[in-house]
């Protein structure tokens, strides 16, 4: 299964961007998925995640309220609606494909990786 992210860019804070995430093939389609991410010097951390259905949703505490998560089976995509966005957003977002078909934040629950989008918050 490979992944291909996009969407990110440059945008100035309280400004919005909108991730995608294709999958290619529809291994993703009956497994959670969801999104992480790495800033410069830290470790990769959660952000959200959708159960396979899409009827269960969950997001860290530092994006809830701002990032909408979705996915599309019939196109194998998951996407990330991010709003209001601040420069402490700025990271590199990967998406994931889970193990199983729930929602998970644990990073070992994920099977497959994207290879990340940069997505840059200027003050």
């Known amino acids: 299964v490979q992944l291909q992210a996009s969407g990110g860019g440059l945008v100035q804070a309280g400004g919005s961007l909108r991730l995608s995430c294709a999958a290619s093939?529809?291994?993703?389609?009956?497994?959670?998925m969801g999104w992480f991410r790495q800033a410069p010097g830290k470790e990769r951390v959660f952000v959200a995640t959708?159960?396979?259905?899409?009827?269960?949703?969950y997001y860290s505490d530092s994006v809830k309220g701002r990032f909408t998560i979705s996915r599309d089976n019939a196109k194998n995509t998951v996407y990330l609606q991010m709003n209001s966005l601040k420069p402490e957003d700025t990271a590199v977002y990967y998406c994931?494909?889970?193990?199983?078909?729930?929602?998970?934040?644990?990073?070992?629950?994920?099977?497959?990786w994207g290879q990340g989008t940069q997505v840059t918050v200027s003050s």
């Open positions: 959708i159960s396979w259905r899409g009827g269960s949703t």
């Open positions: 093939r529809r291994t993703g389609s009956n497994n959670g």
């Open positions: 994931a494909v889970a193990r199983g078909s729930g929602i998970t934040r644990n990073y070992d629950d994920y099977r497959y």
